[in-house]
T-cell receptor, first 114, second 110 residues
């Protein structure tokens, strides 16, 4: 499967625990984006990364959330000390060029915080 | 006012109908306009991509952009039950400043 791969597809955490969501972009893509989607709402931009660099994190909450895209391995979205309001679907997308408008999305990781 | 407004529906039509989906926006700097289709519990997939004003046709799908009115549309001809999904409009003036509509849920009944 050459598409964007996200795992886990479903993650359940208790309040205060940590959540780690992984994203492997499409082969050859070096631009990765994370979005959050709440029920009945559109996709909300969180962060844009290139290899080893955070380009734009203007959509990331200032606390508890972090993202990385190391030289080797997948991009990671990390949420520390989760709260119930963090329950959502988190989508990763990748693109070949910096801007083509053509984002390819993964299937999403659905986080449930109990 | 939201930057991108999209009627969430739900919209239900009989098979074979013409479907019209619309979005309005407030930021005149947007230049790239996209429509994504999202099936339940799946990730969005790009349907149509247009730059600036004008029309673009791809099979049964036609995208229209009217920048003077800040209004974009997606038309689906001869709609099929397999078109039942949520349709998200998206627009941007660069890569990391993309804005999505809330999505319109469409059901095409056989």
């Amino acid at each position: 499967n050459a598409g964007v791969m996200q795992n886990p597809r479903h993650l359940v955490r208790r309040r205060g625990q940590e959540a780690r969501l992984r994203c492997s972009p499409m082969k050859g893509h070096s631009h990765v984006y994370w979005y959050r989607q709440l029920p009945e709402e559109g996709l909300k931009f969180m962060v844009y990364l290139q290899k080893e660099n955070i380009i734009d994190e203007s959509g990331m909450p200032k606390e508890r959330f972090s993202a990385e895209f190391p030289k080797e391995g997948p991009s990671i979205l990390r949420i520390q000390q989760v709260v119930r309001g963090d329950s959502a679907a988190y989508f990763c997308a990748s693109s070949l060029q910096q801007y083509t408008g053509e984002l390819f999305f993964g299937e999403g990781s659905r986080l449930t915080v109990l | 006012q939201k930057e991108v407004e999209q009627d969430p529906g739900p919209l239900s039509v009989p098979e074979g109908a013409i479907v019209s989906l619309n979005c309005t926006y407030s930021n005149s700097a947007f230049q790239y306009f996209m429509w994504y289709r999202q099936y339940s519990r799946k990730g969005p997939e790009l349907l149509m991509y247009t730059y600036s004003s004008g029309n673009k046709e791809d099979g049964r799908f036609t995208a229209q952009v009217d920048k003077s009115s800040k209004y974009i549309s997606l038309f689906i001809r001869d709609s099929q039950p397999s078109d039942s999904a949520t349709y998200l409009c998206a627009m941007s003036n660069n890569n990391n400043d993309m804005r999505f509509g809330a999505g319109t849920r469409l059901t095409v009944k056989p």
